[in-house]
T-cell receptor, first 116, second 115 residues
Framework: EPEVTQTPSHQVTQMGQEVILRCVPI?????FYWYRQILGQKVEFLVS????????KSEIFDDQFSVERPDGSNFTLKIRSTKLEDSAMYFC??????????????FGSGTRLTVV | GQNIDQPTEMTATEGAIVQINCTYQ??????LFWYQQHAGEAPTFLSY????GLEEKGRFSSFLSRSKGYSYLLLKELQMKDSASYLC????????????????FGTGTQLKVEL
């Protein structure tokens, strides 16, 4: 079964440093997403991406965040200057269509980011 | 805005049946999803409802009433491995101009299955 792959699985970084979280979506999917989950809290939407541009973003996704699809397979989330409150599990997801699928998304296994 | 409510915790006995409820108030609706999430892992898809009624899938069933903004997930013949968090998520109205539709998640219901 096709998978969404995320690397690294864990990342520890110092406050103020830049981090890049990487994702390889399922190859025939066209819609890409980032979600995050702070420990013990709910899964929160960050951003959706389609046709090489952001289609929707949440209030969380401020100027410190950016996304990119640098080639035909990778989808990245960059946090420019990390803060302690950015510590969370970050999930990448992809879907085949824009919202008609009964299967929703396929989520990656996540990157646990710890900012110290 | 979106508001999704589900109980924080539930406990049930192995072999029993448990029903996890979810109520929602959303500005648009294009489907309700249930996901299972084990600690430290990604959510995995369980079920989907977009029309009123019951969808059955093995030991799992999900029900939707759009007029009441209500859904439940029913788990039968509980097994120890069913101990996990169960997430109710609503997809917003389909965006016809392109771009995907985000999911809004509830806080999840932590289910503990005991012997």
């Amino acid at each position: 079964e096709p998978e969404v792959t995320q690397t690294p699985s864990h990342q520890v970084t110092q406050m103020g440093q830049e981090v890049i979280l990487r994702c390889v979506p399922i190859s025939n999917h066209l819609y890409f997403y980032w979600y995050r989950q702070i420990l013990g809290q709910k899964v929160e939407f960050l951003v959706s991406f389609y046709n090489n541009e952001i289609s929707e973003k949440s209030e969380i996704f401020d100027d410190q965040f950016s996304v990119e699809r640098p080639d035909g397979s990778n989808f990245t989330l960059k946090i420019r200057s990390t803060k302690l409150e950015d510590s969370a599990m970050y999930f990448c997801a992809s879907s085949e269509d824009e919202g008609a699928s009964p299967y929703g998304y396929t989520f990656g296994s996540g990157t646990r980011l710890t900012v110290v | 805005g979106q508001n999704i409510d589900q109980p924080t915790e539930m406990t049930a006995t192995e072999g029993a049946i448990v029903q996890i409820n979810c109520t929602y108030q959303t500005s648009g609706f294009n489907g309700l999803f249930w996901y299972q999430q084990h600690a430290g892992e990604a959510p995995t898809f369980l079920s989907y409802n977009v029309l009123d009624g019951l969808e059955e899938k093995g030991r799992f069933s999900s029900f939707l009433s759009r007029s009441k903004g209500y859904s439940y997930l029913l788990l039968k013949e509980l097994q120890m491995k069913d101990s996990a968090s169960y997430l109710c998520a609503v997809r917003g109205e389909r965006v016809l101009t392109g771009g995907g539709n985000k999911l809004t998640f509830g806080t999840g219901t932590q289910l503990k299955v005991e012997l």
